[in-house]
């Protein structure tokens, strides 16, 4: 058996926030400072296979992230090295077997029907193959959601200083383990799941929060990532709600100043203590 | 030749706003209301392209927008008529040739590389084929932006009764000609080109407002509109400003409570007006 081994990573950077100088409405000049927005090109074994617009804070667990949730790589073991470079804005993607850009090109046909051109969703075949979460016991207690909410509003966030993108944390209990930003929710979301990737780790005892709305897409990410809370300082839409509600996920919206609205299984919520 | 004529359009309707029942965070229950969120698979006759999540306010023109925008049919007068039925989540759209699918079919498998699973971009094609806008001395007061703004301000959202939609206005000097939201920036911002194109209007004396983010994509749209003043009520980023720079579009960003700033070509605004 093959010993479960982490893939090299570049560990590239780019600085997430550019200055500037804007008018204001009086027509007098004023620094500005807006988050980086980089195009980033996928090449998988040679094979290009999309350009996703990043912040680019963690490009490889971006990477990572969207080849698991895109289902085109199905072990982390199968790849050998991400190498980001930013010059050129390209991640080169290496797997052990050197074919996965062949295996994603037919996989990529197939999709073309849904995926469409850019705007396009894989819902109705994600539905299907989600699981629902399991119904293990776990709780939370309403103390530790206001506690991870304020850990949240007082971060040190690319959004405090300039605008423009959505934050994704990972947290157990009120403890921050990850937070990543991002120009698009998804690009934030799949870097949290590349990273818990990299790390083994289960989501069975974790809580997500979020900026941006719960739209669908943004609950069935959060299935496979098999996280039971998701919390949002937003709302969520009717088949944001209707997802969560077939997988078992407990679903708070509108989360901020010590308050917040359980949109769907309240029964993981500790209202006591 | 042919006159212009105007498809046929199902006028399908559906209600933006579901009603429900939460908990807050003292576990009482509370009466909510949340954004409806429908799939919309469309067929371009007969051929399946893609599937939108929408809030479903203006399907026909969704749709309409999007083929326009993905460059799908050229001409309005190439669509004989677009049939929604919400009853199945799809959307019937038939050309005067009959052929559109087959030549879109093939134009999607092309596409494939860069489009990928949902969270793609054209970005790079897209950038190279867009046109600078005239610069024809079209200019707006800085009496006519403040009032634009508390105009929209004070309009009957779908966002003020359920949240977590996006609002787009286009606009001729203060007065709002049309409001689509939906729940994504692009579907609002597709729906409002959709409605240009069946009114055979022109954008060079419009103004686009927008309660999203001023990223690379929402400025390319515009652009491609031919809409020289684009207005935001958050920020941008610096792809988005880049594009601006490119194209000759008037960037204001963070427009509420008589405050803008001004990213791009502020020589469009009159400041002493």
């Known amino acids: 058996m093959l010993m479960e081994s982490r893939p090299l990573l570049s560990a590239a950077h780019c600085d997430p926030i550019v200055a500037g100088t804007v008018l204001d409405q009086d027509g007098q000049p004023q620094p500005t400072q807006m988050p980086g927005e980089r195009p980033l090109t996928l090449y998988l074994d040679k094979r290009e296979i999309v350009t996703l617009m990043s912040l680019g804070q963690k490009p490889e667990a971006l990477v990572?992230?969207?080849?698991?949730?895109?289902?085109?790589?199905?072990?982390?073991?199968?790849?050998?090295?991400i190498q980001v470079d930013w010059e050129v804005g390209a991640a080169a993607i290496t797997t052990l077997s050197g074919d996965a850009g062949e295996r994603c090109d037919e996989l990529l046909r197939r999709r073309t029907v849904s995926a469409g051109c850019g705007q396009g969703t894989q819902f109705g075949d994600q539905l299907e193959s989600l699981k629902e979460l399991p119904s293990d016991g776990?709780?939370?207690?309403?103390?530790?959601?206001?506690?991870?909410?304020?850990?949240?509003?007082?971060?040190?966030?690319?959004?405090?200083?300039?605008?423009?993108?959505?934050?994704?944390?990972?947290?157990?209990?009120?403890?921050?383990?990850?937070?990543?930003?991002?120009?698009?929710?998804h690009n934030a979301v799949d870097s949290i799941s590349g990273l818990m990737?990299?790390?083994?780790?289960?989501?069975?005892?974790?809580?997500?929060?979020?900026?941006?709305?719960?739209?669908?897409?943004m609950v069935i990410k959060v299935v496979e990532m098999g996280i039971p809370v998701l919390i949002s300082r937003s709302g969520t839409t009717e088949m944001g709600l209707d997802v969560a509600r077939r997988c078992g996920v407990t679903l708070i919206g509108r989360a901020r100043n010590q308050r917040f609205l359980v949109f769907n299984d309240p029964q993981r919520i500790d209202f006591n203590a």
């Not at 990737?197 to 897409?217: I, M, N, P, Q, V």
């Open 138 to 185: 776990f709780r939370v207690a309403r103390s530790t959601l206001f506690a991870l909410i304020e850990q949240v509003r007082t971060l040190d966030t690319i959004y405090k200083r300039s605008g423009a993108v959505h934050g994704c944390v990972l947290a157990a209990g009120s403890r921050v383990l990850h937070h990543v930003e991002d120009i698009g929710r």
């Open 197 to 217: 990737w990299l790390e083994h780790a289960s989501g069975a005892d974790k809580l997500f929060y979020t900026t941006g709305r719960l739209t669908s897409e």
């Open 64 to 81: 990572l992230g969207y080849l698991r949730n895109q289902r085109l790589v199905e072990n982390l073991r199968d790849i050998a090295a």
